[in-house]
């Protein structure tokens, strides 16, 4: 099973609104990670956890929050985002330090109204 | 610091040959992997580059050239199917699971 489910695949809110992205990967990944996508761009790496805790944090604003309950899963907490936010989200897993190769999710389509 | 860069565009037609270059300038990496991304789709895996040289896989192969910082794909007998967003990516020495993209080439394949 090679596969990593995000949910949901379309999301629409609002500046003031707080919702949240999940994914989940039953691969026994060790390492998992947000990306953002642009249209007619190359995915933009955000967070990665690594072993549960953050590893990296690309100088992301504030208004992303991430959350890794337990090793299957993640979370992209949102909070007062900007239309400029709006963007495919992309969730992916690795084994870590032996893996070369990252998994991704089908990706959240989010829209900031 | 990272740079990875692909033409932004190809076009070929059914049954050729196409090759979409990536060239790096990166401080270090593991070696260079090959996502394929269809329009609403999520990139997937294509191939992985530890060493220099080629790799094959079915109709993709994919080249390293670690003294020359260029690396390439390779597609042949092109299908409709193959249209799509290739991205080349590194994975950074200084920090493994970091995981960095190139500027993708759009691939549009014609009858």
């Known amino acids: 099973d090679t596969e990593v489910t995000q949910t949901p695949k379309h999301l629409v809110m609002g500046m003031t609104n707080k919702k949240s992205l999940k994914c989940e990967q039953h691969?026994?990944?060790?390492?998992m990670y947000w990306y953002k996508q642009k249209a007619k761009k190359p995915p933009e790496l955000m967070f990665v956890y690594s072993y549960e805790k953050l590893s990296i944090n690309e100088s992301v604003p504030s208004r992303f929050s991430p959350e890794c309950p337990n090793s299957s899963l993640l979370n992209l907490h949102l909070h007062a985002l900007q239309p400029e936010d709006s963007a495919l989200y992309l969730c992916?897993?690795?084994?870590?330090?032996?893996?070369?190769?990252?998994?991704f999710g089908e990706g959240s389509w989010l829209t900031v109204v | 610091g990272q740079s990875l860069e692909q033409p932004s565009e190809v076009t070929a037609v059914e049954g050729a040959i196409v090759q979409i270059n990536c060239t790096y300038q990166?401080?270090?990496?593991?070696?260079l992997s090959w996502y394929q991304q269809h329009d609403g789709g999520a990139p997937t895996f294509l191939s992985y580059?530890?060493?220099?040289g080629l790799e094959e896989t079915g109709r993709f192969s994919s080249f390293l050239s670690r003294s020359d910082s260029y690396g390439y794909l390779l597609l042949q007998e092109l299908q409709m199917k193959d249209s799509a967003s290739y991205f080349c990516?590194?994975?950074?020495?200084?920090?493994?699971?970091?995981?960095?993209f190139g500027s993708g080439t759009k691939l549009n394949v014609k009858p």
């Open positions: 990516a590194v994975r950074r020495l200084d920090n493994f699971n970091k995981f960095y």
């Open positions: 691969m026994g990944h060790r390492a």
């Open positions: 992916a897993s690795s084994q870590g330090v032996s893996g070369n190769t990252i998994y």
């Open positions: 990166t401080s270090g990496f593991y070696g």
């Open positions: 580059n530890a060493l220099d």
